[in-house]
């Protein structure tokens, strides 16, 4: 379980996020939704501990994060799979060598052990016959599904994926948006998502936390989400006419 | 700062000697032939110049193979090779690092509890300390171009150069020559290193900061070369 309470963060004279917290849990698939600007992004590096922050504390499985010594954070890290907005494979590596990375690293695994482990989890993608290409040489969609492989080849406790489906087509996207939910049932991963792909909030969130110039607005599920009368949450949802007609029918059909 | 980081939290050794491995390739072994290109002609060029310089009879002909010698050594094989390898070399680290923090490769590291210093930059600067290899290889193929260029262009005896390459050598020379290589490999591991790892932006930041990298790396260069050859030989 990651926990978050009253976390604020400022870059300079601008405060990004102003006291949000939230439970994440595990086997859920969470979204944390908003505008461009909203600072979903600084929030996500702030539970990585990519960014320091001046309030409040993040905690995982109950262990505060900032109170860790340097090897319990560096073992925690190693419980951290991120699939980032732009995949960030490593393109001097092959793919296979990409999602064998964190094993080299974090594992004693012999190669064949980590050859096995990188096939397993490239299947687990739908990835059967790309290993000896080069990231440059694979397509976005294949690329996120390697970022994914990489995220869970070490069997992650918490899976944080920002913006997974940008860039990609609709079809593409909710294969990946599928695959995520899979791991995470499965795996019962605690997963966390950054997204303002609407598509991606009614299809898999569980749990979804918008927020707005940095304030937690509102928090629910896709199924609340279509109830709520919070006029941000409706403006931003709902902006375009096909979500405003899908709403209008939903409630139609609830009433 | 980001040298006493790159020392912290190290790399497994299986991973890390692939990476230094990998660097001496790029960073040393590859830059070889264009070492080897320039030194071989500037060697002919400076024997050239010298010898057409010399026009009283009273001067021996020998001194053109002395003079090259003295140019090579002293200056061209490590200054303005450093200066050139801070063009190849310095734009290779600073685009590569400097891709990767764009494309948040950086970032994917230092979520996996990885020291990205370390990892990125503690090969570059293992491997660096092989490019005294380069230049040694540059200072003889100095020479030999100077060779060439006296025996092509008929500016003195073989006989008369190689007299002349010969004459008064000083260790200390030699020994100066590559302490001011040692300590341009470590200019050109960091400086290139810091403007990439320490870059913000996009594409275009990338360019900008590998110029802005070559500009601070040949300055350095050139101040260091003449604090070291005030104190070591002045």
């Known amino acids: 379980m990651l926990e978050v309470k009253n976390l604020h963060k400022s870059f300079g004279d601008a405060t990004v996020l102003k006291g949000i917290s939230t439970v994440f849990n595990p086997g859920e698939t969470s979204l944390v939704i908003g505008q461009s600007g909203s600072g979903k992004t600084v929030f996500i590096k702030c539970l990585l501990g990519l960014y320091s922050y001046e309030e409040g504390c993040i905690s995982y499985d109950g262990k505060i994060f900032s109170e860790l010594s340097e090897k319990e954070k560096r073992n925690l890290r190693g419980d951290i799979g991120m699939v980032f907005q732009s995949s960030a494979l490593f393109d001097s590596m092959t793919i296979a060598d990409n999602v064998m990375f964190p094993l080299q690293m974090f594992t004693k695994m012999s190669k064949s052990e980590m050859e096995d482990r990188a096939d397993f989890v490239l299947k687990r993608v739908n990835l059967d016959d790309a290993h000896k290409k080069m990231p440059s040489e694979a397509s976005g969609g294949m690329q996120k599904r390697v970022a994914i492989a990489r995220a869970i080849v070490n069997n992650p406790k918490y899976l944080f994926c920002d913006e997974p489906n940008s860039g990609l087509d609709p079809k593409t996207a909710i294969v990946i948006d599928n695959l995520i939910q899979e791991i995470t049932d499965e795996y019962q991963i605690t997963t966390v998502i950054n997204s303002h792909d609407m598509n991606s909030v009614m299809e898999i969130g569980e749990k979804i936390v918008f927020l707005k110039n940095g304030i937690k607005e509102w928090e629910g599920s896709s199924e609340t989400i279509f109830k709520t009368d919070n006029e941000a949450v409706t403006d931003f949802v709902y902006s375009s006419e096909l979500f405003k007609k899908v709403r209008k029918m939903y409630i139609e059909e609830n009433q | ?234």
């Open chain 2, 1 to 234: 700062m980001m040298i006493a980081e790159m020392f912290r939290k190290p790399t497994k050794w299986s991973v890390m000697k692939q990476l230094i491995l990998k660097d001496i390739d790029d960073l040393v072994i590859d830059s070889l032939g264009i070492v080897a290109f320039i030194s071989f002609f500037v060697g002919g060029v400076i024997t050239i110049q010298t010898a057409l310089n010399i026009e009283n009879p009273l001067i021996p002909r020998y001194l053109v193979g002395f003079a090259t010698r003295q140019s090579v050594i002293l200056e061209f094989a490590p200054t303005f090779t450093s200066i050139i390898m801070a063009g190849k070399v310095g734009s290779y680290i600073t685009s590569s690092i400097g891709t990767m923090r764009v494309t948040e490769q950086i970032d994917a590291l230092e979520v996996m509890g990885i020291n990205s210093l370390n990892y990125l930059v503690f090969p570059k600067f293992i491997a660096m300390l092989f490019y005294p290899f380069a230049i040694a290889i540059g200072m003889f193929l100095g020479v030999l171009g100077g060779l060439a260029a006296c025996v092509y262009g008929g500016y003195t005896s073989i006989d008369d150069y190689i007299m002349g390459v010969q004459l008064d050598f000083e260790t200390f020379h030699m020994i100066y020559a590559f302490i001011k290589t040692f300590v341009f490999a470590f200019v050109l591991a960091t400086i290139p290193s810091f403007y990439g790892y320490y870059m913000k932006g996009g594409a275009l930041e990338v360019g900008k900061a590998s110029t802005t990298s070559f500009v601070w790396t040949s300055v350095v260069i050139i101040l260091l070369n003449y604090i070291l050859t005030n104190m070591m030989l002045g």
